[in-house]
Nanobody
Framework: VQLQASGGGLVQAGGSLTLSCVAS????????MGWYRQAPGKQREVLAG???????TYADSVKGRFTISRETRKNTWFLQMSSLKPDDTAIYYC?????????WGQGTLVTVSS
C-alpha cells in the first residue's frame, strides 16, 4: 500500500486548508484511515480517524475545527482544517491500514502564520 499526501502550504491564522491522501496498491487492506501531525520538537500526534463504516474520531485539540472525510471510490481521504492557529504548524501525515499506523504517507507541511 502506498499513500500520497498533498495539500499543505502556508496559510494565515484563521484560515482554512484541505489535505488529501490517495491510496494505491492493496487498498482492500485499509479499514481505518486517518491523519497525524508532528510539530518541531514535539511528538507525533494523532488527529483524526475514519473507519470503513464512516465512524470518525478526533483529538480534542482539533475537534470542531478539523473534519475527516473520505471518497471511497477514489481511495482518497481528506482533512478539512479551519480556524487554523500558529500552533497547528506541523508536518501532516496520512496513515491507514488494518490499524491507523500500518501505512504512512510522506508528509505535507502546513505552516500557519500569525
Amino acid at each position: 500500500v502506498q499513500l500520497q499526501a498533498s495539500g499543505g502550504g502556508l496559510v494565515q491564522a484563521g484560515g482554512s486548508l484541505t489535505l488529501s491522501c490517495v491510496a494505491s496498491g492493496n487498498i482492500d487492506s485499509i479499514n481505518v484511515m486517518g491523519w497525524y501531525r508532528q510539530a518541531p520538537g514535539k511528538q507525533r500526534e494523532v488527529l483524526a480517524g475514519i473507519a470503513r463504516d464512516g465512524t470518525t474520531t478526533y483529538a480534542d485539540s482539533v475537534k470542531g475545527r478539523f473534519t475527516i472525510s473520505r471518497e471511497t471510490r477514489k481511495n482518497t481521504w481528506f482533512l478539512q482544517m479551519s480556524s487554523l492557529k500558529p500552533d497547528d504548524t506541523a508536518i501532516y501525515y496520512c496513515a491507514g491500514g488494518e490499524g491507523l499506523d500500518d501505512y504512512w504517507g510522506q508528509g505535507t507541511l502546513v505552516t500557519v502564520s500569525s
